[in-house]
């Protein structure tokens, strides 16, 4: 799931007739830059560089699935990128110019963490990207080395058009272009896209049910100093419990003392990306705290956002998004 990222209206997805087919969101796999002999759709270009293996990226034999998860995976082969574009990052939940709106309330929260100079290190991992840049648009200018990562190849090739600065790809101006205002560095917004673009280095594969989420013999450099993760862990668990081994699962690929932002959707059980309608499990802040103090985190600080009725707009039932900071204990 994942709503209030968006730009600008219909044209903020430009190309949208020649966009690749949509499977697939922010369920997570890991791709290998050199187990393949061509370039990734979902890389390339610039610094950005990695390989993806599967002819079919987002297919998992059942057999290796429980049925729960089997179903969730099927589901996200009706994804489409861009209608969750359209849906989540357009206006209304797109209109950036309103302070209440969710959009500029999401990009305070990442914008004051990382001014705190708390967060910051050489190497951060992005859990379940989905089509979505946002997110690291902070993140970018205390972290040389980022992996993007998702578990379907539609959503590694929307990423990689925009990474490559491509005909079609989603205009995030609008969101750069406020990121810069409210860390008020006097950055053009130009640059603070061509520094993310510079300092994304690969877009892999990832499965957060997997013990070892990016695979063995990752290409990302393990273990991280920081993750950052957004509207992933709760819409690609069919249950809290599954939800709980994710996050552990994700939690072996940082450091001991390294940072997790984490962003969800509280109290939603479905959301729409085209034709596809995909299950969520309704999490409350209290779940959230719990889930994280079980994986070994200590709890940095936790801000809640109410849905308002104008944001309500039929593609989701969510009523509110949390953002957590938590710290992974050392030991742990």
Known sequence: MGWGKCNAGPRAVPGSATAPAAEGRAWTWAAHKGAAKREDRAGGGGSMSAADPNPAAGAVPDSDLDPGRAAVASAYQRFEPRAYLRNNYAPPRGDLSSPDGVGPWKLSCLAQTFATGEVSGHTLIDIGSGPTIYQLLSACTHFEDITMTDFLEVNRQELGLWLREEPGAFDWSMYSQHVCLIEGKGEPWQEKERQLRARVKRVLHIDVHQPQPLGAGSLAPLPADALVSAFCLEAVSPDLASFQRA??????????????????????????????????????????????????????????????????????????????????????
């Open 247 to 332: 996050l552990d699962h994700i939690t072996t690929l940082l450091r001991p003392g390294g940072h997790l932002l984490l962003i969800g959707a509280l109290e939603e059980s479905w959301y729409l990306a085209g034709e596809a309608r995909l299950v969520v499990v309704p999490m409350c802040k209290e779940k959230v705290v719990e889930a994280l103090v079980r994986s070994g985190y200590e709890v940095r600080d936790l801000r809640t956002y109410v849905m308002p009725a104008c944001l309500q707009t039929g593609v989701d039932d969510v009523k509110g998004i949390f953002f957590a900071w938590a710290q992974k204990k050392v030991g742990v």
